[in-house]
């Protein structure tokens, strides 16, 4: 099994701004990420993205894909049977071990935690262009030390950048 991290960034590294808002990421980079996760048929993400997420009218595009929501905490109600819980990264990729590739989907703490586990083999990174001052960062602080191999660099649009790195073992 591939573990593909995928996250859209902004320039200075976060994946949201401190009240969990998203809105600054663009329509062509929201196709891209879901394009990814229809393609792996499976998804992770953390309670917190969970919760942002299925209030946005696009994740009726992810339907059909099988997601897994990491909590350390009770997750509310699940809104399809599609949608499992997992209290750790390794029980999470043992829910999926029939795909094979998964998507891990963020946020920090979660991406901290396949870090920090070594379970991520690839990232792609979909670099917005915005900066601000204090938000979510892609990692929250952890135990770990990763070198990337870049494996591709795309346009998304004029202004936004794909950066395709393997995680060197």
Known sequence: MKVIMY?????????????????????????????????????????????????????????????????????PELISPNHNVAFSPKEALNLLNDFKVVVVAGGGALNKSFAE????????????PFAFGNGIRLFSEGKFEKKLELLGVKNITKNELQLHYKVVK
């Not at 701004?17 to 929201?30: A, F, L, V, Y």
């Not at 586990?117 to 917005?128: H, R, T």
């Open 7 to 75: 996250m859209a960034i902004t320039v200075n590294g976060f994946i949201a701004k401190q009240d969990d808002d998203t809105s600054w990421i663009s329509r062509e980079e929201w196709n891209s990420y879901s394009a990814a996760a229809r393609k792996a048929g499976c998804l992770i993400i953390g309670r917190r993205t969970y919760h942002i997420l299925t209030k946005q009218p696009e994740f009726s595009e992810l339907k059909d894909v099988k997601l897994v929501v990491v909590s350390k905490e009770k997750v």
């Open 117 to 128: 586990q070594n379970l991520i083999d690839e990232l792609y990174l979909d670099i917005e």
